[in-house]
T-cell receptor, first 114, second 111 residues
Framework: NAGVMQNPRHLVRRRGQEARLRCSPMKGHSHVYWYRQLPEEGLKFMVYLQKENIIDESGMPKERFSAEFPKEGPSILRIQQVVRGDSAAYFC????????????FGPGTRLTVL | QKEVEQDPGPLSVPEGAIVSLNCTYSNSAFQYFMWYRQYSRKGPELLMYTYSSGNKEDGRFTAQVDKSSKYISLFIRDSQPSDSATYLCAMGSNTGNQFYFGTGTSLTVIP
């Protein structure tokens, strides 16, 4: 399957712990986007990365959240000291070319903070 | 005011009906318009991607963009139970790096 891969699919953390979400883009794609989806809300853009570069992080909360897309390996969305309000579905999308190229989404990671 | 407004539904139609889904937007700079389908607890799947105004057809799906009214539509002909899902509109412009999504319309097609 050459689609966008995300893991884990489900993640449970207690308040104050760290959450690490991984995204492997489609083969040949070097552009990655992270979105958050809350119940009754649409997908909200968080960050746009290209290999080793953050292109746009205007949708990312200023504290506790960080993202990277290293030269080798998956893109990582890291949430430190999680709070209950971080509970959501986090989706990764990838594209072959820069924005506004077509974005293909992964299955998402559902984060639950107890 | 939200960038993109979408009626959340839910919308329930009999099999074979024509379905019309709509979004309005406020940013006149938007020129890229998409429709995604999202099944429960799955990732969004791209259905249509259109640029600027006009119509685009793909099988049973037709996307329409009316930039003068800031209004986009997705029509589904001969709807099937397998079309039951949430439909998300999304749009963007050359002046940014992000697509803006509607909240989604939940559709159920009854056999």
């Amino acid at each position: 399957n050459a689609g966008v891969m995300q893991n884990p699919r489900h993640l449970v953390r207690r308040r104050g712990q760290e959450a690490r979400l991984r995204c492997s883009p489609m083969k040949g794609h070097s552009h990655v986007y992270w979105y958050r989806q809350l119940p009754e809300e649409g997908l909200k853009f968080m960050v746009y990365l290209q290999k080793e570069n953050i292109i746009d992080e205007s949708g990312m909360p200023k504290e506790r959240f960080s993202a990277e897309f290293p030269k080798e390996g998956p893109s990582i969305l890291r949430i430190q000291q999680v709070v209950r309000g971080d509970s959501a579905a986090y989706f990764c999308a990838s594209s072959a070319r820069p924005f506004p190229d077509t974005q293909y989404f992964g299955p998402g990671t559902r984060l639950t903070v107890l | 005011q939200k960038e993109v407004e979408q009626d959340p539904g839910p919308l329930s139609v009999p099999e074979g009906a024509i379905v019309s889904l709509n979004c309005t937007y406020s940013n006149s700079a938007f020129q890229y318009f998409m429709w995604y389908r999202q099944y429960s607890r799955k990732g969004p799947e791209l259905l249509m991607y259109t640029y600027s105004s006009g119509n685009k057809e793909d099988g049973r799906f037709t996307a329409q963009v009316d930039k003068s009214s800031k209004y986009i539509s997705l029509f589904i002909r001969d709807s099937q139970p397998s079309d039951s899902a949430t439909y998300l509109c999304a749009m963007g412009s050359n002046t940014g790096n992000q697509f803006y999504f509607g909240t989604g319309t939940s559709l159920t097609v009854i056999p």
